[in-house]
Structure formats: C-alpha cells, structure tokens
C-alpha cells in the first residue's frame, strides 16, 4: 500500500483531577473541555474543519452522564463524517486501538483526514469504588475476581517475579519512577511535576508488594484530540509531519494468566507485536530514538524495555537505574514523564503518550527535547501485556 | 485426595456466580475435591474449566482431579482493595504451578508471622465460608 499515514496536529489539556463531585453545586461537564481540545488540535494542523471525514473516539468512562459521547460532541462542533464517527473501547489498549482505527480510515481511503480523540473522567471516584468495576477485568470474574485481584497486583507479581528471576532491586525498579519525575517535571501537560528522590519512592506505603505509591499510576483526568491526514494532505501544509512507519499487534490468547507454564514476564505478546512493527518499519530496535510505553507501573516499563528489545533481557532494571533510559541517555523512555508521572487517563492515555511523540518528532517538546529524533515507537497493552500493539513513527521536517 | 478445609468467618465478599457446566466444580469443592475439566480428544487440562477444550475445541471432556501440591510461581499483598475486599486488607494472592504442569490464581493463605517466597511449596485448600467455598493455596514456609 502506497498511502501511508501522517499526524499533522495535536492538542491535550494537562492531565489532572478535572472531574467534579456528584455532590459539587458546578460541574464540569466533559463536552465542554473536549470541544476546546478538538478546535485547538485541528487550528494546530492547519487545516478546515470540513475536511474532516472521520472521528474515532475512545469510549468514556461509565462517570460521563452524557450517553452516545461521540454523536453528541459532533453535534457541538457541526462535524459531517463520510469516513466513519465511532467510539472504540479495548481495555487498557482503547487510546492505542482507536487511533490504529484513524489510521485504518486514511489507509482504506475513506478519509484524507481523520481525528482520534477522547476524554477520560474518573478522578472524583475514589480508587477503591472504582475498582469494584475494574476488578471484573482482573481474569475470570467467577474464578479470579472472588480472590480479591486488582489491575495491578498482577504486574506486582511480575515484579515479584522479575526480582527473583534477575535479582534487580527495589530501587532499581523505583529508579523509573524518579527519571519519569524528572521528564515530568519538563512536561507542561503532566499532572506530577515536583522532582522526586530514589528515598522519596521507596518509602512510600505499599500498594501491591512490591509497589509502592509512586510506582503505581496516579488517578487522573485527560482528553486529547490527534489530527491524522494522507501524507499526500501533510505535504501541503508546509511543516513538520509525523508519519506511521508501521505496525504490529498480537493477542496471545490468554486473560492475565496463562494456565500452560510459561515465562510470564517475557511480555510475548509485546515481543511479537514488535517485532511485527519493525520489519513493516524496516528498522530495528537499535534505530529508535525514544519511546513511549503503556506501563502503568515502574516495572511494566522494565519489561517492556526488554520484550521490545531496547534493552537485553534481565538488564531493564539495571538500564532504567544507570540512567540509559533517561532523557540523555542512549534510549530515552517516557519523555513525558510516562504514566507515573505525566498521567494515566487511562482510556486516553495512549493519546497523551502520540501527543509526545508528536512534540518529539516535530522538534518542539522544549526542554524535554530529544536531540536529533526521528524515529519513536509506543506500545498498548490489555490484561498483563496479554496483547500488544507496537506502532513506529518517524518525523518528517 | 481430599482437601484441607479453611474455616473463615463471614460470607464471600464477591461469590462466584455458578452455571449448569460450573455447578460441578463448586460442588466438588465443598465436598473438598479441586476438579477441572481435561479433554478427551487431545487430553489437556485446562483451569478454570472450560465447556470445550481451548486447544482443540472438542467439547467431549471429563472431570478430572488436580493435584493438590505445588509451588510459589510469583505473589503480591494487596494494601489497596477494592470497597467489598476492604476489610480483608492487606490479603495475600499469588500464581501457583501444580505439578509444574497446570498454573493458576488464587488467595494465598499465609501462617501467621511466615515469609512468603516465590519457590515455596503450596497446598490447596478450600476457604470455606459461610455462604460457600473458595479455593486457595496454603503456603508452607520454611522455619
């Protein structure tokens, strides 16, 4: 296929607790912040907005009152699909899926122009009452959920597992959490941004042992809006472009936990999608300048560094700790200060890490500026890294 | 082999709902039986069971026994639970390989004042509740 993909545009509100109380007299209504997004996200790319022919949403929480979010902000915005207007909703991989699906839309030729955009409202719902739902996700709901899992415990026993496996340390593993701080810090659209020591993370109380509360990801708010168009469409606008290199995805046909024995935290599934979007890309790991991962937590980051093969396996945690993995360093990750930092609006998360990518690529991420970037790869996941989805990008300037 | 019961107080505080197919497994385990279902076309187990067989898709099967001992494959203790796990808090929950043929998940039951380590032998055992059972391995700790 010879049309290939381009982000031309991108816009996303600092991510933070944005959602209101049921009880507080004024709410903020979701509607009202995404529009801005999308008008922003579309004057950054220059072009009209009865251009567009499709918008693939990522669904809203079960908190959004509004029912049929996408035909309603259509509505808002006077928008008049020929391509498609969807919602798309994959579990951890939502942002990640829909905007392979925009992608999809420009590649089949029922756009030239396409958005990808969401919100993410959840942050007024305490933790433990969100979890009641997110906890009918953790396996079999009848034979898992009983047992009292949580989302994160099972990455908690991948870091169980990788602490015995390699002997890394815990402070090898909080040493993500402290460089994510750092980019963070230089990141105008992350929601923790005050710098963080190794000490500081360590001592927090514990979450899922290992895990602390700095190496699990912050409750958060978030909408963004990508602006994805024909390479054709990007080349007339005269500015910097990121295309789509290429694209891997794999579903190892297994939810959180395998019952035939294998390496759990291998993250097949991330190593096969990989290894799918290099050779479409014609690259290897050693080419890629930056990432941006899906990992909720310090040690997903890890194992994501080794699966996709940035880093040896076994050598993730003494990487992240040495600092290769550092902004500077040989293979900077989580430029924006990653899920731990940056934030986690976990359904648009994978929007705000293309938001980076796109910074990155078009030379404009400020102090957080990787020198020289060019080419970037992001993952999603669901489950346990049960499924993948590898995408590479490379600026065009 | 019968199982080791584990009288806890209360009731589940999210039971299991129970189909036609599953009502078998949990009755089993209230006598103190662990079951699965193994096929009978390609003979591989499968947990939790399943109506037909993941890898070859034949829905001819049996029940079959599993083995009740194992080891630690990996573990956590969950601080932070959801509002029906609260009062349980923090609780123990690990994979177990049984027989280092068939790997599962469930509740870890852990001596008082014992060390959890991955690689420690584990058991099976029924929680037995007020309003049913669960099932969950019992680790044995070294002294």
């Known amino acids: 296929?010879?049309?290939?993909?381009?982000?031309?545009?991108?816009?996303?509100?600092?991510?933070?607790?944005?959602?209101?109380?049921?009880?507080?007299?004024?709410?903020?209504?979701?509607?009202?912040?995404?529009?801005?997004?999308?008008?922003?996200?579309?004057?950054?790319?220059?072009?009209?907005?009865?251009?567009?022919?499709?918008?693939?949403?990522?669904?809203?929480?079960?908190?959004?009152?509004?029912?049929?979010?996408?035909?309603?902000?259509?509505?808002?915005?006077?928008?008049?699909?020929?391509?498609?207007?969807?919602?798309?909703?994959?579990?951890?991989?939502?942002?990640?899926?829909?905007?392979?699906?925009?992608?999809?839309?420009?590649?089949?030729?029922?756009?030239?122009?396409?958005?990808?955009?969401?919100?993410?409202?959840?942050?007024?719902?305490?933790?433990?009452?969100?979890?009641?739902?997110?906890?009918?996700?953790?396996?079999?709901?009848?034979?898992?959920?009983?047992?009292?899992?949580?989302?994160?415990?099972?990455?908690?026993?991948?870091?169980?597992?990788?602490?015995?496996?390699?002997?890394?340390?815990?402070?090898?593993?909080?040493s993500v959490a402290v460089k994510n701080r750092a980019h963070a810090a230089l990141n105008p659209l992350a929601q923790y941004r005050k710098p963080l020591t190794l000490e500081e993370v360590v001592s927090q109380r514990p979450i899922?042992?290992?895990?602390?509360?700095?190496?699990?990801?912050?409750?958060?708010?978030?909408?963004?809006?990508?602006?994805?168009?024909?390479?054709?469409?990007?080349?007339?606008?005269?500015?910097?472009?990121?295309?789509?290199?290429?694209?891997?995805?794999?579903?190892?046909?297994?939810?959180?936990?395998?019952?035939?024995?294998?390496?759990?935290?291998?993250?097949?599934?991330?190593?096969?999608?990989?290894?799918?979007?290099?050779?479409?890309?014609?690259?290897?790991?050693?080419?890629?300048?930056?990432?941006?991962?899906?990992?909720?937590?310090?040690?997903?980051?890890?194992?994501?560094?080794?699966?996709?093969?940035?880093?040896?396996?076994?050598?993730?945690?003494?990487?992240?700790?040495?600092g290769r993995t550092r902004l500077g360093g040989d293979i900077p990750i989580s430029t924006s200060g990653g899920l731990t930092s940056r934030g986690h609006p976990a359904l648009v998360t994978s929007l705000y890490n293309l938001v980076e990518v796109v910074d990155q690529l078009h030379g404009r991420a400020g102090d957080r500026q990787v020198h020289d970037a060019r080419l970037a790869v992001t993952t999603g996941e669901l489950g346990n890294y049960n499924a993948a989805i590898v995408h590479v990008f490379e600026g065009i300037r | 082999m019968m199982m080791k019961v584990h009288k806890v107080a209360g009731r589940r505080p999210y039971p299991p709902r129970v189909s036609a197919f599953t009502a078998v497994f949990w009755d089993e385990l209230k006598q103190g039986r662990f079951k699965t279902t193994q096929c009978d076309c390609c003979g591989r187990q499968t947990f939790p069971p399943k109506v037909i067989c993941p890898h070859c898709w034949s829905d001819k099967l049996s029940w079959v026994d599993l083995p009740l001992q194992g080891e630690l494959y990996s573990w956590t203790r969950i601080h932070a639970a959801p509002t029906v796990f609260q009062p349980l808090a923090p609780y123990a929950v690990g994979i177990v390989e049984l027989d280092k043929r068939l790997r599962l998940a469930c509740p870890l039951i852990v001596p008082g004042g014992a060390t959890v380590s991955i690689g420690n032998k584990i058991e099976m055992v029924v929680m037995e509740f007020e309003d049913g059972p669960l099932f969950a391995a019992s680790v044995a700790t070294a002294r």
């Open chain 1, 208 to 322: 899922v042992e290992p895990l602390g509360l700095y190496d699990v990801p912050p409750r958060g708010d978030g909408a963004a809006c990508l602006v994805l168009a024909s390479e054709d469409v990007a080349k007339t606008l005269g500015k910097p472009y990121t295309v789509l290199k290429g694209r891997g995805f794999f579903h190892e046909g297994v939810h959180q936990v395998d019952d035939v024995p294998g390496d759990m935290i291998a993250f097949g599934a991330a190593a096969a999608a990989a290894k799918a979007a290099y050779r479409a890309s014609g690259i290897t790991p050693s080419d890629v300048d930056f990432a941006e991962f899906y990992a909720p937590c310090t040690i997903v980051e890890i194992l994501v560094s080794e699966a996709i093969g940035l880093v040896g396996k076994g050598q993730g945690a003494r990487a992240a700790a040495e």
């Open chain 1, 1 to 174: 296929m010879n049309r290939r993909v381009a982000i031309i545009g991108a816009s996303a509100l600092p991510v933070g607790k944005l959602q209101s109380a049921r009880t507080d007299p004024i709410q903020v209504l979701e509607h009202e912040l995404m529009v801005r997004i999308v008008r922003d996200a579309v004057s950054d790319a220059g072009i009209d907005k009865n251009d567009i022919n499709s918008a693939v949403f990522t669904v809203p929480r079960p908190y959004t009152r509004q029912s049929y979010f996408h035909t309603f902000l259509t509505s808002h915005l006077r928008l008049r699909h020929t391509g498609v207007a969807m919602e798309v909703m994959g579990n951890g991989m939502t942002g990640a899926l829909a905007f392979d699906q925009a992608a999809n839309q420009i590649l089949l030729g029922q756009a030239d122009i396409a958005l990808c955009l969401g919100i993410n409202m959840e942050s007024a719902t305490p933790s433990y009452e969100h979890m009641m739902a997110s906890m009918r996700s953790t396996g079999d709901v009848d034979f898992h959920t009983p047992g009292g899992f949580t989302p994160i415990s099972w990455y908690a026993m991948d870091a169980m597992r990788y602490m015995h496996e390699f002997g890394a340390t815990r402070e090898q593993l909080a």
